[in-house]
């Protein structure tokens, strides 16, 4: 299996009420709660199924984002890296999550410089893509670059899409050759070296899936995606997202994930 495919461990946080006021770019219907809960949950089992070990923390009311667990924070076999949030409502997330990654991993470095989300790093086998956007600037990217140097991480700084929230909402790793990603995204060079397989046009959210172990997580209601990587002979789980999406939110950003020593 692909080395950067492997998970033993995942966080997660369960959905504060607040969570119908999530951010959205677009405008747009509130998700509902009790949607958003059965999506979570769905989630949840299938990480388990998937081979996962999971810690669950509890819901944060304050934060109506805080249920996306991986934008506070960037984790790898050899430790944890606090990031910074760009969106000024989601600042406050990253002390909650210090204390469970402090318990977790021997070293935990923190980002004090610039902003980044992990919605915006792609760890790929051979090095991590950081995406500049709205939420990660240049002096977060290059903050994080030398932080990951300490744990022998390199990291190449991309582009994300005009007006895309973040990197990987566009695109999503399959194993350590194959991207899933937007034509918007993969009309730049940015997956040289990579075989990529395009997100269905009127698909381009499919792109947010996630691969764990020997399966991959994608939304229920891209079935022109879903068929597209079932050919290219993956193993797809496809999980309900419809409540989630209202909030700009995919397949990763609602955990945490790494290979345990
Ligand atoms: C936000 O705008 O921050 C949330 N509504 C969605 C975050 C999605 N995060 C992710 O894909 N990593």
Redo the contacts with the bound molecule.
């Keep these: 299996m692909s080395s950067s495919s492997i998970f033993t461990n995942a966080i997660v946080r369960r959905p504060a009420r607040s969570v119908v006021n ?4 677009g405008g747009g219907d509130d998700p509902s709660h009790d949607g958003v809960v059965d999506e979570h949950a769905a989630y949840c089992a299938a990480l388990v199924s998937a081979g996962l070990a999971l810690t669950i923390l509890p819901a944060l009311e304050a934060f ?2 805080s249920v ?1 667990v ?2 506070p924070a960037l984790v790898f076999t050899q430790g944890a890296i606090l990031l910074r ?1 760009g ?1 000024p ?2 600042a406050g997330e990253v002390a909650h999550i210090a204390p469970t990654l402090k318990e977790k991993f021997e070293t935990v470095l923190s980002l004090d410089e610039g902003a980044a ?4 790093i792609l760890t790929t086998a051979g090095k991590i893509m950081v995406g500049l956007s709205a ?1 990660t600037d240049r002096k977060g990217a290059e903050t994080l670059l030398r932080l990951a140097a300490r744990f022998g991480r390199e990291v190449q700084l991309v582009e994300t899409p005009k007006d895309v ?2 990197f ?2 566009d695109c999503s790793l399959l194993d350590d050759e194959t991207v899933l990603a937007t034509r918007r995204l993969c009309t730049s060079s940015v997956f040289d070296g990579f075989r990529v397989l395009t997100a269905p046009d009127g698909e381009e959210a499919a792109a ?1 899936a996630l691969r764990v172990n020997d399966v991959v997580l994608v939304g229920a209601h891209f079935v022109k995606t879903i068929e597209m990587l079932d050919n290219a002979g993956y193993r797809v789980v496809p999980l309900p997202v419809r409540e ?1 999406g209202r ?4 397949l ?3 955990s945490l994930r790494w290979r345990a020593a």
């Design positions: 999530g951010l959205r770019a109506p984002d996306f991986e934008d949030p969106a409502s989601r989300d992990g919605g915006d939420r929230l973040h990987k909402t947010n989630i909030i700009d939110a995919g990763s950003c609602m």
